[in-house]
């Protein structure tokens, strides 16, 4: 087996699989001073598939994960895959209501989590008939021999995506493997990520940029990981780790960036320079803060904006290591690059002001079509009807422009409000 049989594997479940068998003694992730390599996690989600299936969890199942930053988190996604389950990874602090909301939603069957939040799991278990059992690692790690593994197809369901909910209530996004498998791909090679890189990330798992982006896409290449819990009391810890493994790559949204020119004046002992590429997104991009950042770090053309979002299983457009960033005429909007192979972009007309598509540095609605849009959103087909369009086009309800030579700028959202409360 080489590494091209894992880049053509057609599941997530598989394309792991492969890695694990191909690279076995090789570093996964390192978290918490413990390295996982690929054949430890393939043995323990084995074993946590066992635990699963012991307590009758089985094809088809949803079952959410509330976890913090651990290896059990792999072991229980990848266990749920590999007994046909379909895994949904959310947010802890999301409240006893919305939670159990999402449970509801997603009809999920048990849910997965650790002692810290089993109090407020319980109480969202309370409000969720559906939910039938609360499940630990210790009822999941059991010694017993994997269950066979489950045989998924390309267009079967990978797991849950739920959005945020910070412009209206969570919904679940469908992601098939061939959506996460094809966005791997295209986002390794836009991003330029090869075996030699050396990948940080304090991104949560249950955010698609930390799982999708940073958990998923290094075994591609058998890049290895080195995970830390999201603290933003202390930033120093992320930097303090590029520093200490000479990390070549990590990813941040703005307010990361700005979090670290604000609160780590001190940058005796900090030595970011062997960072070939900074992505950048998740929310809107600022020149001040690249310019901020990488003049306080002593750096330069590391920072990399980029865009996407959860419909689109993460990735759409992300610009190139080392390219001098690109402004638009008025100067207030930074280009995100141009969209990644396979990805298609068009700016149209608000939908209330006809369906138009717009010329060459004209805002409008940005809507995309790549291997990576949803199957649509769980349980909601009236919501999905609305972002899907005709011929595969998604939607996105951000605004933006593409300039002549083909360049994205995101300018802003179609309906700027953000629910506080």
């Given amino acids: 087996m080489v590494d091209d049989d894992v880049k053509g594997a057609p599941t997530l479940t598989e394309m792991m699989r492969r890695r694990a068998a191909l690279s076995p003694g090789q570093q996964y992730f390192r978290l918490y001073d413990e390295t996982v390599t690929y054949g430890r996690f393939w043995e323990q989600s084995g074993r946590y598939a066992a635990g699963l299936a012991r307590a009758g969890v089985s094809a088809g199942d949803k079952i959410c994960l509330i976890y913090p930053t651990c290896a059990e988190f792999f072991y229980t996604f990848f266990g749920a895959l590999r007994v046909g389950a379909v895994p949904v990874p959310l947010y802890p602090t999301l409240g006893v209501e919305t939670t159990a909301a999402i449970f509801r939603d997603s009809e999920a069957v048990t849910v997965a989590t650790i002692g810290w939040f089993r109090t ?7 409000l ?7 499940l630990e690692p210790p009822d999941l790690d059991v010694d017993a021999p994997a269950p066979p593994l489950a045989v998924a197809k390309a267009n ?11 412009t209206g209530r969570p919904r679940g996004v469908m992601l098939t493997h061939a959506n996460v498998v094809a966005t791997i791909h295209f986002m390794a090679e836009a991003a330029g990520i090869t075996a030699d890189d050396r990948v940080v990330s ?34 120093r810890q992320w930097l303090s780790l590029i520093t200490e ?13 700005r979090n670290c020119v604000r609160n780590v004046r001190d940058t005796s002992g900090l030595d970011l320079t062997s960072l070939k590429a900074a992505l950048s997104g998740a929310e809107p991009v600022r020149l001040s803060t690249i310019e901020a950042f990488e003049s306080h770090f002593g750096l330069k053309r590391v920072i990399s904006p980029c865009y996407g979002l959860a419909e689109a299983t993460l990735a759409v457009a992300i610009w190139p290591r080392g390219v001098p960033l690109r402004r638009d005429p008025s100067g207030h909007f930074l280009s995100v690059g141009k969209p990644c192979r396979g990805v ?40 999905t009807e609305k972002v899907l369009m005709p011929g595969g086009w998604l939607r996105t309800g951000d605004l933006g422009f593409v300039d002549a030579e083909g360049f994205l700028f995101v300018t802003g959202r179609l309906k700027d409000l953000i629910i506080l409360g």
């Fill in 156 to 166: 079967d369901l990978a797991f849950l995506q739920y959005t945020s909910g910070s």
């Fill in 245 to 257: 493994i000479r990390a070549t790559f990590t990813v941040s949204p703005d307010f990361g960036y």
């Fill in 344 to 383: 298609s972009v068009r700016i149209l007309a608000p939908l209330d002001e006809g369906t138009a598509e717009r010329p060459a540095g004209v805002e409008g609605e940005i809507c995309v079509k790549s291997p990576g849009i949803m199957k649509g959103y769980y349980n909601n087909p009236a919501a």
């Fill in 128 to 134: 969720a008939p559906n939910v039938r059992q609360v």
């Fill in 120 to 126: 407020g799991v319980d109480e969202s278990c309370g």
């Fill in 202 to 235: 304090w991104l949560p798992l249950y955010h698609d940029m930390g799982l999708i982006g940073c958990a998923f896409t290094p075994p591609l290449s058998c890049t290895p990981i080195w995970l830390l819990p999201p603290d933003l009391r202390n930033p």
